[in-house]
């Protein structure tokens, strides 16, 4: 046998190329935690998506504080009936698509790549690495959410502040309704991603989302009253987004009872993500 | 070790894998051949788990591959070298697959050195060249110094030299006790690598056997004689049993006989001979003689076609019209059918 020349080798190939032994290891669900968080760190896009979320959402809530105490109406409303903590985070509808894009894409990227066949190699229990990637992806949206929040609100209420309306992280629900940012963009990721492992295709899940999230709403407006009272409550954004504010608002479930009904559709949609993973060749 | 009992993978009313029931032992190379579509990566994926056979067990090392403690230190395969993310580099691409099974991170400079990629390592995979990315799939394999390689279909599209390498490899990787089991279409690149082979037809088991023995059973041993008279001679073998045939270069084809018998009759009769030539099927036109009635597709013209000879690039999906009939000619065996229906499966 000779040896062989390539260009990126110069030598015959020896053995597994071992410096040392391995010894025994285990495919943990540490390990797969470990490798998701490799995964959505060492990919561009990932990063993008993220900063879009931040700037968006932190950008628009800023404009809309600003155009709020811009009229005389604004600035009395804000005195009176209104929400001024929800109003310094307005921008979160468009955190919201963002997420929906980024918690579909976490699992849907695989399956386009054809990278899943590798993962599920590496890892044949597959909920290991389901569940891994949906707590790796759960945290990065969580602390996205909770900057977003965080900032959208100290800059809105600074802003108000100049016109003698005044909100601080220590007023009743305030600090409730900040966290509460950080946790719907995270369970809104999270339902995403449910909905892309049981659709495996990007652009299927991104509309399944959108469409759960933004055009329920604007369907349901369509329906007889009655109904349409009826519903709204139960639609995911409306049942979710009580958690921004800091009043109840009528006919809309509590702010954690509203969030908890949130978090168990995208728990559905986990599952059924999840049991079709499991059963499907890959 | 790899051991497949009853495997069978339906999709609709089409097997892509019939009862496939097989040992891949270590210590060798295990050539797994079949034409395109014949059902080789649908079986390789249901040994690691990515498919779920309709029927039929099979385990890695003694048990399902799902159950592996650490699957990566069992397993490692080849089977599709652009299953990557083209964003990652090559090395985040490692490190995530090594850390799922909790591999030493040194493991990664380990695979990246054998196998050429150490200066690429930081670059996207997803501009690199096949070669390259088949590079990657390897190291990806070799990353839990597995007992048991996979390969599917590993020189694809790479050039002589990397052909060579995955060879030599291969076989360095088997000289070490491990298992090694590698699947093509290129039936000449089976008889320099392979010990044993695996045969399957429409996915089916047609041998299982050493690469000498599939060449014996499947084809007869010819020999080629020249002489300046070719008339007495003809009419001497023919009485001794043998099957002659004239070529058009003056040269006659005997099968029957062996060299030495043939030698010497020609001596015992005075024949004076100039050539004596045994010629040894290759396993090339052993395969294309079993696999004639059992390709997946058929092309147009006429016969049935093998894949590319001489370590070529393989025609994806195609088939080959102009590919030459099987020299041992009108031996038809197996069943026949019609195959003008099928498509591929799982290619």
């Known amino acids: ?282 | 070790m790899i051991e497949a009992k009853g495997l069978t993978k339906r999709y609709g009313d089409k097997k892509a894998v019939d009862d496939l029931t097989f040992t891949v032992r270590p210590g060798l190379v295990t050539g797994f051949l079949g034409p395109n579509g014949a059902g080789k990566s649908t079986t390789m994926r249901m040994i690691l788990g990515l498919d779920a056979p309709t029927s039929g067990s099979v385990t890695v090392n003694g048990r399902p591959y799902v159950k592996a403690v650490a699957p990566m230190r069992e397993v490692g395969a080849l089977i599709d070298a652009k299953a990557i993310h083209g964003g990652r580099s090559a090395y985040n691409h490692l490190l995530a697959l090594a850390q799922t099974n909790n591999l030493p991170r040194r493991r990664v400079g380990e695979v990246l050195e054998l196998t050429g990629l150490a200066q690429v390592a930081k670059k996207r995979s997803g501009g690199f060249s096949l070669g390259m990315g088949q590079r990657l799939g390897i190291a990806a394999a070799l990353l839990g110094d597995p007992q048991v390689l996979m390969f599917d279909e590993p020189v694809n599209g790479l050039d002589p030299d990397g052909i060579r390498w995955i060879r030599e490899f291969m076989r360095t990787l088997a000289g070490e006790g491990r298992t090694v089991f590698v699947s093509s279409h290129l039936m000449s690149e089976m008889e320099h690598t392979a010990d044993h082979l695996i045969v399957i037809g429409r996915g089916r088991l047609q041998a299982d056997c050493t690469v000498k023995e599939f060449i014996d059973r499947n084809s007869e041993q010819s020999v080629s004689v020249r002489t300046p008279d070719p008339q007495s001679l003809h009419r001497l073998l023919t009485t001794s049993g043998a099957r002659v045939e004239a070529q058009p270069d003056g040269a006659m084809t005997v099968r029957g006989l062996p060299p030495a018998r043939i030698g010497d009759l020609a001596f015992d009769a005075g024949i004076r001979v100039h050539e004596l030539a045994p010629h040894q099927a290759s396993l090339e036109e052993a395969f294309m003689e079993m696999t004639r009635d059992q390709v997946e597709y058929r092309a147009n013209a006429g016969g049935p076609s093998g894949g590319p000879s001489g370590g070529q690039p393989p025609h994806p999906g195609g088939g080959h019209p102009s590919e030459p009939a099987p020299p041992t000619g009108g031996r038809r065996r197996g069943r026949s059918r019609d195959t003008d229906h099928d498509e591929l499966i799982g290619a």
């Open chain 1, 1 to 282: 046998m000779t040896t062989a020349t390539h260009p990126f080798s110069g030598a015959a190939p020896a053995s597994g190329g071992m410096t040392a032994p391995i010894g025994p290891v285990k495919a943990t669900f540490g390990g797969a935690l470990r490798s998701e968080w490799t995964k959505i760190r060492s990919v561009r896009s990932t990063f993008w998506t993220l900063v879009v979320a931040l700037v968006a959402t932190i950008g628009v809530s800023v404009l809309v504080s600003i155009g709020t105490v811009g009229s005389k109406s604004g600035v009395q409303d804000l005195k009176t009936t209104g929400d001024p903590t929800s109003q310094t985070m307005s921008g979160f509808i468009l955190g919201m698509l963002v997420m929906v894009v980024f918690g579909a894409m976490s699992i849907t990227a695989e399956y386009s790549t054809g990278m899943i066949r590798t993962s599920f190699t590496a890892q044949p229990r597959r909920l290991v690495m389901l569940a891994a990637k949906a707590t790796v992806l759960t945290v990065v949206a969580l602390v996205v959410g909770l900057v977003s929040s965080l900032t959208s609100f100290l800059i809105g209420a600074q802003i108000f502040a100049g016109h003698d309306v005044h909100v601080a992280l220590g007023d009743p629900n305030v600090l409730r309704a900040v966290v509460g940012g950080g946790l719907f963009m995270a369970v809104t990721a999270l339902l995403s991603f449910g909905l892309g492992t049981a659709l495996r295709h990007t652009a299927g899940s991104i509309t399944a989302g959108v469409g759960l999230m933004f055009l329920l709403p604007v369907l349901q407006s369509f329906l007889p009253s009655a109904w349409r009272d009826a519903m709204t409550r139960w639609l995911p954004i409306n049942a979710g987004g009580n958690i921004l504010t800091t009043k109840d608002t009528e006919h809309m479930f509590s702010a954690w009872t509203g969030f908890g009904i949130f978090t168990l559709y995208a728990v559905v949609a986990l599952a059924i993500g999840f049991w079709l993973t499991q059963r499907r060749d890959a």
